[in-house]
């Protein structure tokens, strides 16, 4: 299975920033990115459509904005006031229409690697 490649990443301070990219190599309905922090389950963070629409999970509202560039291909998930507990390995994923809309993350059939995100208090 190709793995999308993902971009950027690293350890941060709580109140930073840090920006997450991913290449989907031509057009999809579907963009997303999901996470799993140490112990827990992979939880969705942000997917968008081919129309633009945006979806969020609650815990990253308003600081977290995802976005795709058509010309590129390209996902990016820009991260602000980020907190130890968005500490986590990040995913790219990319589905269908119906998977976004239903921010059903698990049904996503292209997945990236992952990379780390670490956020110190």
């Known amino acids: 299975q190709v793995h999308l490649p993902e971009y950027g990443g690293g350890s941060v301070q709580a109140g930073g920033a840090m920006r997450l990219s991913c290449s989907t190599s031509g057009f999809v309905y579907c963009a997303a990115w999901s996470r799993q922090a140490p112990g827990k389950e992979r939880e969705g963070v942000a997917n968008?459509?081919?129309?633009?629409?945006?979806n969020y999970e609650d815990s990253v509202k308003g600081r977290f904005r995802i976005s795709y560039d058509m010309s590129s291909n390209t996902m990016t998930l820009q991260m602000t006031n980020l907190k130890p507990e968005d500490t986590a390995m990040y995913y790219c994923?990319?589905?269908?229409?119906?998977?976004?809309?239903?921010?059903?993350?698990?049904?996503?059939?292209?997945w990236g690697k992952g990379t780390l995100v670490t956020v110190s208090s």
């Open positions: 994923a990319t589905g269908s229409t119906n998977a976004c809309e239903t921010r059903n993350y698990n049904a996503m059939d292209r």
């Open positions: 968008i459509e081919a129309d633009g629409t945006t």
